[in-house]
């Protein structure tokens, strides 16, 4: 009997910690392989939406960005990529064609013109990592060719791929070194902005597995009105859709509240219980 109160008393304990962390329940989808829209921009409300697009876990999936770890495997790591001239080093390739045992990540901006926008600037706000990133096209007789406007190989802080017209794009990426790369990335076009994506890369075993922020990096801007029409004004039907579309809350809710005071419930119980079994044994 004792040592069944003292189980009651445990669980109790166990329950009531274990939900002091809701957020601690949430778990980051990883994709080693597979087809990937890692930059997914459309149109919507008038504005601008970019996220990650999956052919992984089903057809045409979309995340969050935040949500999703784009893990990059060892067997990536290729010394061939030293012959590139402007990459000079071997590192971990992505390649343009896709490779059945690695993730084939690229763009796809076709979602735009619905919402009547073309020209569609993917800007880099922050990229941070263990090493060097770079992007570049195969050419049909073995050259390569910079994708980023400028003409760099290298991505950076500042970075942008200027799409015109919307199309869906794969190109080799290079990662230098083994750890965690950031990429805070929003879209523009026809004074249009996106929300801010926060993209997370697992490169390689080992290496540093630092997440950089991308609070502070912009704000969502909605495209302007055109000439001679009024600017739709924000109604409450739109506030409430956008509220649906957030992510969902972490906070306690009906069913954390439930499992508080289950817990809670348990352990008084279980308390009483020893202080009657302790009663009966004095008394004896």
Request: aromatic share 8%.
């Amino acid at each position: 009997m004792k040592r069944f109160v003292y189980k009651l008393s445990a669980l109790g304990l166990v329950m009531g910690m274990s939900i002091s962390a809701p957020a601690a329940w949430a778990q980051s989808l990883v994709l080693e392989t597979g087809h990937i829209d890692a930059f997914n921009v459309t149109a919507e409300d008038g504005g601008l939406k970019l996220t990650l697009k999956e052919d992984v876990t089903g057809q045409h999936v979309l995340h969050d960005p935040q949500d999703v770890i784009l893990k990059v495997k060892q067997e990536a790591m290729n010394e061939d990529v030293a012959k590139v001239a402007e990459i000079g080093k071997p590192g971990y390739l992505l390649p343009m064609a896709q490779d059945a045992g690695l993730i084939w990540p690229g763009w796809d901006t076709q979602g735009v013109r619905e919402g009547g926008f073309s020209a569609i600037d993917i800007n880099f706000k922050k990229v941070s990592g263990p090493g060097e990133v770079y992007m570049f096209k195969t050419g049909s007789f073995g050259g390569t060719e910079s994708l980023l406007a400028g003409g760099s190989y290298e991505l950076t802080s500042g970075s942008s791929i200027h799409q015109d017209p919307p199309s869906h794009v794969h190109t080799n990426w290079v990662f230098t070194e083994p750890g965690t790369y950031t990429m805070c990335v929003q879209a523009t076009g026809n004074g249009s902005s996106s929300n801010v994506g926060k993209y997370v890369w697992q490169v390689g075993d080992g290496g540093p597995n630092n997440v950089a922020d991308c609070e502070g990096t912009a704000a969502p801007v909605a495209a302007p009105a055109s000439k001679g029409k009024s600017a739709p004004a924000t109604s409450t039907k739109k506030a409430a859709s956008a509220a649906k579309k957030q992510l969902p809350d972490t906070g306690p809710n009906f069913m954390t509240l439930s499992f508080i005071v289950l817990g809670l419930g348990l352990m008084v119980f279980g308390a009483g219980m020893v202080r009657l079994v302790r009663a009966g044994q004095s008394g004896k």
